[in-house]
């Protein structure tokens, strides 16, 4: 029985790029074939809770602009009522999968028993929602930054009861994520940073996370959970500093904790800009690890500097963030996860379903443009080509070899390198045909 949120809204339907309609897809066509592969499969969309179904509007300046029936969230009847409206949402999108925290779903309680307690209640029921529908889960994750609890981090709290509840807290969800056949469990630190270093032992709390991440290795292990184990890396905001940064220096951390074979990264469009970087660039430190885990799929306003997450709009990022994806040999057990939100003006139901179908639409048309990209194979080549000297065996055997060497050889062989155009604008040009 439909709750009736979106009565008049009816299920999407590619239409074609001709479609003059707000509602249908002109790109994403989740059968098409691309490379061999369904677009569904390629991109793995996923619908995030915590946006379209907890966030109530309220940005630094004032509070709620958004009305819902399940609101106030402090009740389990009227969580469940959520969880039906975002399962027809799911629906009407046609979207394979979802995303949520622990307060995303569950009303909260104030303490961990009963946290847990409604937390196994509606995943219980969220469960039963997926075997009927097919729906499937992309990664858990638990809120530990909203709370006033969780004010001076989770796992790198000074307070250890505080990293107790946190260890309680993920342990419980990832036995939800792991119940409902979750494909990863995500972990984002916005509170494991400081606001100052006047009050912060940095290394004492690097060293807790590192243990804290250990430790949720060996529970993955230990229950048997399959799915990937993902950190999300942002360099600021909540806190003024985020331990987790950018992604190489997450790898660094992972690496400095013997984690670089269990965790991967969850990368995020606005956190890459957030950090001073290009989202294909995130993407390419992941990949030359061997790490890249997942996307969350967004983008900051350029002008206000702010972790704004709206939806993506721009295909020309979106096509050499999937280049650089195909590249790395896709998503794998990852996803595209919408991590965005309407504007707090955008208060009717039509914009939740109109906001993921352009978004949905950016993404398919992007990926295809990076998959005609690499079957035409043009930058591939360009690459080589700039790289061919390195596959003379008077080159590859230099590195080998030592400073006194090579200096021999440069003298004995007069070796007075030609300076070469990097062809930067060509390659440009060469990638505006085909966005
Ligand atoms: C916030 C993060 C968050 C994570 C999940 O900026 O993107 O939404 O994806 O905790
Ligand atoms: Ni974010
Ligand atoms: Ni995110």
Redesign the pocket.
Known sequence: MSTGFFDGIEKLAYEGVDSTSDLAFRHYNPDEIVMGKRMEEHLRFAIAYWHSFAWEGGDPFGGQTLVRPWHPQDDMGRAKMKADVAFEMFDILNAPYFCWHDADIRPEQGNFADNLSTLNEITDYIGEKMQATGMKLLWGTANMFSHMRWMGGASTNPDPDVFAFAAATVKGCMDATHKLGGENYVL?GGREGYETLLNTDMGQELDHMGRFLSMVVDYKHKIGFKGQILV?PKPQEPSKHQYDYDAATCIGFLRKYGLENEVKL?L?QG?AILAGHSFEHEIAVAASEGMLGSI?MNRNDYQSGWDTDQFPNNVPEVALTYYHIIQAGGLGAGGTNF?AKIRRQSIDPIDLIASHAGGMDVCARGFKAAAAMVEDGGLQKALDDRYAGWKTPEAEAMLNSDLASISERVLSDGINPAPRSGRQEILENYVNRFV
Request: no cysteine.
């Open positions: 984002w999300e969850n995020e956190h969350d991590d």
